[in-house]
């Protein structure tokens, strides 16, 4: 059973994972207005991984007992800058969102810990992952060429609409 203040913690980082999947949808359409449909479909993915984590916390708080309460979601940015800016702010979400899980182990039990231990080491994997674009869209500077062979390489082998998870 989880105590009350772990349940109010695990909600909100559930919430936070819906805001992912909601940021990350909507640099998706931005992506795909200008003229990035690589960038897009790399950030469509990342939005539907961003589902799943949601999910995992909203399973995992019924399967101890706790009450799920979705809550609001933020609501993103409507306007984004260059695929510099685009990446350098996924690169400080996902830094804030490692934070907040560090943050989750403070008073976790050990079902919890445990549970939580998937989150810490996707969160390496997914900041490295965004650190090595950002470091590659800053050696691409405003080169056209080069933007578009990223775009291309970022999206190569996704599909537009892939379902969740897949
Ligand atoms: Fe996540
Ligand atoms: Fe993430």
Do not use: C
Request: no cysteine; charged share 25%.
């Amino acid at each position: 059973m989880l105590s009350s203040q772990q349940e109010t913690k695990l909600n909100e980082q559930m919430r936070l994972e819906f805001a992912s999947a909601h940021l990350y949808l909507q640099m998706a359409a931005h992506f795909d207005a200008a003229g990035f449909p690589g960038f897009s479909a790399w950030m469509r993915d990342q939005a539907a991984e961003e589902q799943v984590h949601a999910m995992k916390f909203f399973d995992f708080i019924l399967d101890r007992g706790g009450a799920v309460v979705l809550g609001s979601v933020d609501a993103p940015p409507a306007r984004f800058g260059s695929p510099l800016e685009v990446f350098e702010a996924a690169l400080d979400h996902e830094r804030s969102v490692s934070a907040s899980i560090d943050g989750l182990y403070e008073g976790a039990d050990r079902a919890t810990a445990a549970f939580l231990d998937w989150f810490a080491t996707e969160q390496v994997e997914e900041e490295a992952t965004v650190a090595q674009i950002v470091e590659s869209l800053r050696l691409a500077g405003s080169s056209g060429p080069a933007l578009l062979i990223m775009d291309r390489d970022l999206g190569a082998d996704r599909p537009r609409s892939a379902p969740p998870g897949a």
